[in-house]
């Protein structure tokens, strides 16, 4: 009788499989999605762009060790929806961001176990997005993850931008390769310890396709709202073109710890054959929540200068206060160590800057090296390496604090947690305390080293949930927040708006560590940025650092123009102007643009890009009608064509141009630039030459 | 030239390793310690008892990635120094401490790698300490430490009394064995699987050793102030009689991570003839820093009932709120859920607690289960299970603050973790507020299950630290701690003495699973609580579960006057009256002990004891003239002769006696108790019966 009953449902099972399959195309219709299971019930997804294959049947589901999500299921329905609705972000390159899309929901079920899963796609205009929901089950509700199963397949041997999967950092050079040539473009990486791990072919999000042959159609993957669950990387079949989510595990083998219902990350493709798109796309913070956050006013964008690049310009300057690399934060009495005379951040030091972007305009100074702890970076071998409440002998925070106050100037603090989030959650509350106490309401955080829990990684479940857990509690004191070393961006700033930058990349820094190539900058906003602004530190005015004679001889892959242009082209509500004062009083005219460039864009166009070579692109203030335009280019001269007709019909404007001087080289002659002033209106077509590692950084105002 | 030279060098320290012996005795010259080095350089110690040999030739040293600590040295210099002085304790068994040693420093070094190691030694009457003083070296001040060689080795087949080794948990029965049969005497824990991890023969400190012979000498071998370093267990080789120090690693098999200069904890052994003595020794608060907290008038100790044993009486009443075992603390919105109506966490149920406290003179109402998280414990698989500041729809915090303050009661909080000590650190200093916004100041801390960071134990070094933070960070906000499932005390309530109390023990909780034999807490105190206070939670009058009809027929392994007994027997300065208000008036005039019985003393005197089978001690009440008698027994009926001679000569007192009836038996008739009076006087020589299982309580009041 049983066995009759369970055949007669596994016959009715069977017709249910034969569900024909689910589509959904785009608002435009350019974009179109498919959904099927194959015979086994295993879940599966294709993508056609204006009529031709993009992502060839690709895999979805999810591998836990109590039960799996990747077959024996049935579509039970599918639900749709489209959506047309605009939002206003709190800062960003628009003032208004238009979010539409036609979504598909597939209900799959299970019966053997029983299990349910819904895919949850939502296709734009500018590509599309997918997550996985795991509603309540009938049993298995608390899961530990292994995996995803999911795939991106393409046909070709398509090129691909991108850096090596690692666990720990993403401060990496871009290659520009093929999937089959991906072995020998990640070879040189081999050696790094993190990469290694990962295996030779596994590469990071967000990374960018720029499809074979005539017609290339680029295509940005990375994922959206990563909440709860670990960072994803791709492991590459570099002979199938294939591309598999490899997800962070932390160190015990475990990707992430569940408790249904829960909705993964969204997986985005940010799809159009106008790479200029790519770059305007806001699709992944479409994809995020809401802002959290119901007053915003005390979120404040703005420019800072920093105690930093001291450290970086030699090998003289230091963090440390003392030489005493035993001293030991809570333990040793820091006011009984004798100073090494070589430590920048000191009262009278902080004095000039605060002094300078007083005088200059420059909202806030960073204080870096300003607490105990920097003494040695035995970090992993000792459980506190850092207080956040206790200031070096020579940095007097009460003066300091009505010294800013008195010249209208803000300090950011430093937070460096030598990778220690265990310790940083304990002194949080009182950390955040101190900086109400003393008038400071922007931090930028670091996690230097390897991660204490030792049991994880910079990018497993636990720190993606601890970095949060950090700029949601930061909020509840009105305090923004610039995390480095922290889990690549996701678009999560749309819900905490607070969270105003990253690093998550390689920054300016490292033109004291040899330089950046030009086509570095040339990349990130393709890939990088598309998860949310970037604390990259531009404003290097003196770039050949054998300058300072301080032991150091690397030279900056760039131009002084060029450092101009990232303003405009590395968009960030924090942005830094890295250099010394000294060397912005030597180019004053040159630095009267950084004065003048705003961080808050109220639209923006992008006017001509393509990945690893050139971006030149025009934003208009949000606070005026001034319109900036700035342009950078690779290690190649060019020449941009900037089209002025995004100005007004019939409205003159007086362009004042900062460019590179004829003769100028990022190589030989970065220091070479020119300012010129010309009329414009919305009929001008500027033909602008950028020197090799250079660019061009333009103010554009009414004429009255 | 440079060869010659080292050759001489090496002559010289030939020379230099031909220095004697070092050695040092017992202010009274009973106790006598040998230190040596072997021909490889390697040090090791010996004690002698009373003249003759205790503990052979046993190794010192430790072991680290970096370097060892383990031989090559020779003796640069011995200091000695005699120390007698008292201090007086905030709360104890006694108002005053006797601090009198002397100490023997044994300075070590070694040349090639270049190392330092000072072995310090402190002797007492009743017993030694010795530690590891690590100080800065030449190279290596970081060390990722793997293990220590320390021993304890003995001559002959010893009684040992030992619970098994583990790295989460110490809830276990107690074996009286021999080291040979130790492997059949753990046989039974086998199973467990953390014992099972740390082998078959690796037990846990405290543990208690009495040798074999007429003449008996009784060790207890634990340690002293466990900070910044592993929990230490015992690998025993059973067939050599020798014991081996075994550090609790984490999950990546390192023990520590030490930054030098550092000291490890002392290695304890409390040594006497007289098993009294081990009781009443104070040597491992001795081996600890003094009080640093300036002001402790607001530390009281206290008696306490809970809103507890309701939820252990059957399979009936639940910690949670409602049956939704998905609900997620702060996700979920509770007031939307249904009570399961079996939840004694309630405002009204507290308030009847309250008054009963009030009623009855009790300090302190302590309730579990009054805040969100309950509602299942997959706490391993999810990254938050409870919040700290968020109480149940059904629990008023506002009007019990007010009811309770009206009733002139103290309400203790419970801070259940589910053993996510990462995640409580980060809630820690909110939690902590939130308790004093609402007149709480004492904490009830629970580490029930596996610890979060996932690399962690329950004793390994970063649990070890994050214990103590709390500890101290309680301090900050004038809380008192009680914490559960935490690493076993080492004496460090002298140093933080808001640290009332621990559990780290198998508790009066077992009473409901199957109970507790009666021999068990005439192990505890020459075991477990020479680290520090029990929070055991006596005063369990309906022991037999039956009794509800509930679901449980577990039976207690005790007679009622036993329980009162235990007040004095299981002293500490947060003692539980751990049953239900009902049951306190079932037996009103047995409950009037409970009510007049001091927790905190100013003299003690343990007139009979012997280890697994009696104890009989008398307490004078630190605040007035009345002593307190307690004397319990094993399974075997016992006549405990009481001398009073400590009391006053010729002064007269009435004795209130709480004692077993004479057909008493704990496993046949546990509630037969009798009350009587007698008048005493320092000439009194009581022989008191106790039943199987039973004991007595005696109230000692001066005649006026």
Redesign the interface.
Known sequence: MNFMKNLFSIIMLAAGLSASAAEIASPDGMLRLTVDLDPQGAPFYSVAYKGAPLVENSRLGLTADETSFNDGFRIASVDTLTVDRTWQPVWGEYSEVRDHFREMAVNLVADNPERALTLRFRVFDDGLGFRYELP?QSKN????LRGEATEFNFADDHTLFCIPGDYDTDEYLWSETTFSNLPEALGNYRKHSEAQRTGGTVIQTPMLIKTKGEHPVYVNIHEAALV?YPAMLLDVDTEGFDMKASLVP???G?SG?????FSTPWRTLIVSDDARDILASQLIYNLNEPCKIEDTSWIKPMKFMGVWWEMFTGNVKTWAYSDD??A?PGVTDYSSLRSNGRHPANTENVKKYIDFASAHGIDAVLVEGWNEGWE?W?S????RQFLFDKAYPDFDVEQLREYAKAKGVKLVMHHETAANA?DY??Q???AFQFMKDNNYDAVKTGYVGAV?????HHTS??MV?HVL?VAK?AADYHIMVDSHEAPRPTGLARTWPNWLAQESARGGEFESFGGNPPSHTCMLPFTRLKGGPMDYTPGLFQGDLSYYGEGKTSKAGTTLARQLALYLTMPSPMQMACDLPENYERFADAFRFIEDVPVDWSDSRYLEAEPNRYITVARKDKNSDDWYVGAITDDQRRTALIDFSFLPKGAKYEATIYEDAPDADYRTNPQAYRIRTVKVTDKTRLKQPLAPGGGVAIRVVPLK
Chains 1, 2 share one sequence.
Request: charged share 30%.
């Open positions: 309540a509700n608390y899961l530990t709860g932390d160190r015990l475990v710890y569940l408790q249904l219902p690399y035993l030991k040695d035995a992993y071998r000792k459980n265990a959650a304990l949080l509350d009182r204490i829990p030792r049991s994880e479940q636990w949930d857990d509690r």
